[in-house]
């Protein structure tokens, strides 16, 4: 299968401290990768460095065959404007309305009529479960649910090839967070992405992937499809995925 | 004595890393001000911002300041019996330092705290990231737009505090000190020359540029969460009104030093 993501040795240190370690992946196109790991094990730090916001302190990063950091600038926005992305605290721009937040990619890269812009940002909201009652509103008028799907649609607004959600789930209900969930699956198959979510949330885990990696310390120590999860030895792992089961309300 | 030298050693390097830093950053505002995109609607946002909503508050500390100096240089002059200077040094006090160095420190405090804290939280709440990966360039979006409102705003606001400032004076030097009405304002223009008001104006372009400057560098360079963010803040406020009290003496040195 064509990779459409390839991480080669990948390394990233602070202050001498090595938060990741020569981290080997393949993305191939259309799958749904689910990085899995404790807080703190460098899951978001993988996706800033993917993503090129930081800088690894060594290996490559292949986009599209396209190695991120030797292309030119004007490249690299080529690359990033195939790319969606929420993250953890949704980034909404507080001074900004939640049309113009969800339009921001389109209006800056593009040159669309208003109505246009309105058109795809209506679409954009109904595939999220919005109303575009809340267009004219201010990210801080809505709800922590609300905020997410706001960021999944500017996420999806241009129809990316490549999905990044980081901690989709974070600081909601479960009946949210499991909401949350089932939009992700449905948009990235309408559009036929890639993506690649990085939770410690296993109802995400569970409902999201078809492959698996997990991270603990700064390496990769899983890999796989997600039916093989359970027959692993790993024990880093296992504790990891039977938790759940520990902490479920028995009756 | 060892960990007296270690300390200074540390703040030494610390405060040259910062300056570097600092030089780069400017320079990056220097190279990207030419380059496209250019975010108008950023740019007239930030002149309301910077510009319109400071302008109650350097009104108030011209208008005041104005009022004190022409009680504070008549009770002076009268002990040398030159009543009649106070027009003149009013006018020559506000238009060369009291309206841009006050002007530039109220609008350090107003404006510097809030572009560090606006930066600073964008930073903290990966906004910052966000644009990136919308191939948005920070510096071009956040940057740019800030400073040259902060250049183009300032001496507007120091041209209006000046107005005000000197009409301070003429309301306490007619209906407090008893001058003439025609006399204080013919003193007051008699030896006004248009080197005080540009001069003025010059310092005013300069502390524009320190307030924003170091106001967007000081919310990029911001440490995690509210206390990052709170440090970012009292430092913009702080380095840029000691650099306007600097830049303010090489300036005056450049213009009248002979």
């Known amino acids: 299968m064509k990779s459409i993501i390839e991480i080669l040795n990948l390394s990233k240190n602070f202050d001498n401290k090595n938060i990741l370690n020569k981290i080997n992946l393949k993305i191939t196109k259309g799958e749904s990768l689910v990085i899995i790991g404790k807080s703190g094990s460098g899951k978001s730090l993988l996706m800033k460095c993917v993503l090129g916001i930081l800088k690894p302190s060594q290996g490559e990063i292949l986009i599209k065959n396209k190695n991120f950091f030797s292309v030119k600038r004007d490249e690299q926005d080529l690359i990033l404007k195939s790319i969606g992305v929420t993250f953890q605290g949704n980034a909404l721009f507080d001074s900004m309305r939640i049309w113009e937040n969800i339009s921001f990619k389109l209006s800056q890269n593009n040159f669309f009529k208003f109505s246009q812009l309105k058109e795809k940002v209506e679409f954009s909201l109904n595939q999220v479960g919005l109303s575009n009652s809340i267009m004219y509103q201010f990210p801080s008028q809505l709800s922590g649910g609300m905020q997410k799907r706001v960021a999944i649609a500017r996420a999806i607004i241009d129809e990316p090839e490549i999905l990044f959600f980081d901690e989709p789930t974070s600081g909601l209900d479960p009946v949210t967070g499991n909401k949350i969930n089932s939009l992700i699956i449905d948009n990235v198959k309408r559009l036929g992405s890639t993506s690649i979510t990085i939770t410690h949330d296993l109802s995400s885990l569970n409902k999201i992937a078809n492959k698996v990696a997990m991270i603990n310390e700064g390496k990769i120590i899983w890999y796989g499809e997600k039916q093989d999860l359970k027959k692993s030895k790993n024990k880093t792992l296992n504790e990891f995925i039977n938790i759940d089961s520990d902490v479920r309300i028995k009756t | ?258």
């Open chain 2, 1 to 258: 004595m060892t960990n007296l030298i270690q300390n200074l050693g540390k703040f030494t390097l610390i405060s040259l890393s910062n300056i570097g830093k600092l030089i780069f950053f400017a320079s990056e505002f220097f190279y990207w001000i030419f380059r496209k995109p250019f975010f108008g609607n950023q740019l007239f946002r930030q002149i309301f911002e910077i510009g319109y909503l400071s302008l109650p508050v350097v009104g108030l500390t011209a208008i005041f300041s104005g009022m004190v100096l022409a009680i504070q240089s008549y009770t002076g002059f009268a002990r040398l019996g030159a009543e009649d200077a106070v027009a003149t040094v009013v006018v020559l006090s506000v238009t060369r330092e009291l309206g841009p160095v006050l002007a530039g420190l109220m609008v350090a405090g107003r404006v510097g705290a809030s572009i560090a804290a606006e930066i600073g939280t964008m930073k903290v709440s990966e906004q910052i990231d966000a644009l990136y990966v919308m191939s948005t360039r920070p510096i071009q979006f956040l940057v740019i737009p800030r400073i040259l409102a902060g250049i183009i705003c300032l001496p507007v606001l120091v041209l209006i505090g000046d107005i005000i400032g000197i009409m301070g004076g003429w309301i306490i030097g007619v209906y407090q000190l008893g001058f003439n009405s025609y006399i204080y304002i013919d003193r007051t223009l008699e030896y006004l020359e248009l080197i005080d008001v540009l001069q003025g104006l010059a310092k005013a372009t300069v502390f524009g540029f320190i307030i924003t400057l170091i106001g967007c560098f000081q919310g990029f360079n911001c440490g995690q969460g509210a206390r990052g963010v709170g440090k970012a803040t009292t430092n913009a406020v702080v380095i840029s009104s000691i650099l306007i009290l600097i830049s303010n003496y090489f300036i005056t040195t450049i213009f009248f030093g002979n």
